[in-house]
Each structure stands twice: as structure tokens, then as C-alpha cells.
């Protein structure tokens, strides 16, 4: 039986790569492709239109690109975040937005919000972890991938979001979201 719109599970894809042919914007444009009659999978917009983080700018009302964002969040069940591994961490770039999204204290859009992570690089560097740190300090209820890595050694750089590696891990942090939360039950 299938749920309408108004009830179905939504997902905001958040990707940490600017670049538009980025493999992790194809893995983010993956994700969003998955058809799911009871999930629906939408990525997140403006991330490149954000501010620094910078507490004097954290007003109210908030900055448009800022508002804008956290209304996506708000709007959301869940959160699959994508990261390019940069460094041995995740791209300043969703490290700038999961600052702002953590914001205000006490009424942020990431409090309570069921998230997972997963991470795209030659080598992780541990940078999953920082991923899921990130998430948690956010306030976000953090649920783990069960693939949190996918390596670009092993990945057609030019065909990622059609690759069986990337459909499996998409499909897999997607289902760990959608899944019942222990804790309600």
C-alpha cells in the first residue's frame, strides 16, 4: 500500500561538494534517484550560497541563504549527509553549513533529526568519523552507514551514481534512516 506525498519519509541529501560533476554531487544525485513509494529523496540547494559561520551574522531574522537551508532541514525526516574526503576530513563547504544548522541552541533544525553520513575519497583518513562527530555535536541523532566509505579507487569517477558500489551504499544508509527508531518503539 502506497503512502501519499504527505506521508511518505523525506530525506534531504546534503552534499559537501560544490562542484557540480563532483562525484559525491553524482552520489547525492544518486541517492535522489532511488524510487521509493513510501521515501521520498530530495537534495538540499545553497550550500554554495552560504555565509562563513560567524556568530554576529547569526540574527534573527537569519541570513536568506541560511533560513533557506534550515527550512530544507526543518522540512525533513532525515538527513543522508554526503562528504568529499578534503584533507583527512569532510569539505569545509558542510562544515560551514552543519555549523549554521546547529543554530540557534535550543531550536536548531539538526536537534533530534535522524542522520547518517558517508564519505568519498581515495582513502577515508578517519574522515567518517569526523563525519559522524560533526553530526552528533550538531544535534542531529546520528544512525550509522553501513558502508561509510566509498573509495574512489574502486569507482568509475565519470559513472558514480550508476555504479552497483554506490547504488548499494545509497540504498543501504537510506533503508538504516527509514528504519523505526528503537527508541520510539
Known sequence: MSQSSATRHRTLVLSGSLRAEAVTTQVAHAAVAQDHPEHEVVLATGLDRLPLFNEDLDTDPAPPAVAALRAQVAAADSLLVL??????????????????LSRPRGDAPLAGKPATGLVIGYGSHGAEDHLEAILRA????????PTPVLSLRTLDG????????????????????????PAVA
Open 158 to 181: 565519470k559513472q558514480a551514481a550508476h555504479d552497483p558500489k554506490v547504488t548499494t551504499a545509497v540504498t543501504q544508509a537510506l533503508a538504516a534512516l527509514h528504519a523505526p527508531d
Open 138 to 145: 550538531a544535534g542531529a541523532r546520528t544512525t550509522a552507514a
Open 83 to 100: 562528504s568529499p574526503v578534503n584533507n583527512a576530513s569532510i569539505s569545509a563547504a558542510l562544515k560551514n553549513a552543519l555549523d549554521w
